[in-house]
């Protein structure tokens, strides 16, 4: 798919068949986050790759927006080690950048993702719930959860803002 059309096309999906997403494709999403660009070249991130039914459970229990994480083949948790990178929000913006690239790649491939966060400053909570579920150590953050599958339905369209609206040239 080239790369404008993938951009625009990309879609939250919430909603997955009940079809395998095979391990090599799942290499390959990692394989294009690690290819994003990172803060002093750092490369701080770390990826838990979750099948199993009970864990995903448990983990759509973290927040009242992620209950549909359960029903997805896989489950990607993006992570970063604060030991490589500890300048915030370098790191945050870092691993963010990665997860977008695992989300476009998802698109290219013809799989349906949908970015669910887990670090949220004013719920710590919720990280905790989550690195709790899968044993991250202290120094490890878990910034968002990806759920990955085969799009059970087709997405709309979204409106968006007008350029217009939204575009300055030279200053304010």
């Not at 986050?33 to 990826?47: D, K």
Request: hydrophobic share 35%.
């Amino acid at each position: 798919m080239d790369t404008i059309k993938c951009l625009k096309s990309r879609r939250s999906i919430r909603t997955y068949l009940e079809k395998d997403v095979p391990d090599k494709l799942i290499t390959e999403l990692i394989d294009c986050a690690i290819h994003a660009p990172s803060s002093c070249n750092t490369q701080p991130w770390e990826f838990i790759i979750i099948r199993n039914k009970e864990t995903k459970e448990k983990l759509s229990e973290a927040h009242r927006w992620c209950s549909f994480i359960k029903d997805a083949p896989v489950v990607i948790v993006v992570c970063f080690d604060s030991n490589k990178l500890n300048l915030s929000p370098s790191n945050i913006a870092t691993t963010s950048v990665a997860a977008e690239n695992i989300l476009l790649a998802a698109n290219s491939l013809g799989l349906g993702t949908c970015w669910v966060y887990i670090k949220d400053y004013n719920e710590p909570e919720i990280e905790q719930k989550v690195k709790n579920t899968l044993s991250i150590p202290e120094h490890i953050n878990a910034l968002c959860m990806i759920p990955v599958g085969y799009p059970a339905s087709k997405p709309t369209s979204k409106k968006l803002t007008e350029i217009e609206e939204i575009i300055h040239f030279e200053k304010w």
